[in-house]
Structures are given as structure tokens and as C-alpha cells.
């Protein structure tokens, strides 16, 4: 009977820590997720504020390149 019951607790000590290796890896991927969501969120913000400016250089360069060959839109 000790035996049963050494092999047993081992085999639930296995199993639980089969299942809190789980855990773990959900936790991870939250983790990893709310990274991704910031980056986006920063790339979102960052495209809209330059975007802006953006624009405004090319249409310099547009105007310049349109002046200096005579040709118009």
C-alpha cells in the first residue's frame, strides 16, 4: 500500500506541474499581446503626427519640381 501511494503523489506532483506549466504560458501570451497592442498604438500615434509634416514636405517637393520644368497640374 505505501508503495500505491508514493507512486500515486508522484504522479499527481507530475500532473500539476504539467498544468502550472500552463498557466504560465497564458500569462505569457497576455503578456506578449499587451506589448504588441503598445507598439501599435505608438506607430498609430507617430504616423499621425509626422504624417502630417510628411505631407506638407511633398507637397514643397511637388510644387519646386512642377516650377522648375514648367509644368502644372
Do not use: C, P, W
Request: charged letters at 20%.
Amino acid at each position: 500500500m505505501n508503495r500505491a501511494a508514493a507512486y500515486l503523489l508522484t504522479m499527481f506532483h507530475v500532473v500539476q506541474g504539467r498544468f502550472e506549466g500552463q498557466k504560465d504560458r497564458g500569462a505569457t501570451a497576455v503578456e506578449y499581446g499587451l506589448m504588441v497592442g503598445l507598439i501599435a498604438v505608438v506607430i498609430i500615434v507617430a504616423v499621425a503626427l509626422l504624417g502630417r509634416q510628411l505631407d506638407g514636405l511633398f507637397d514643397k517637393v511637388t510644387e519646386q519640381l512642377g516650377a522648375g520644368s514648367g509644368i502644372t497640374e
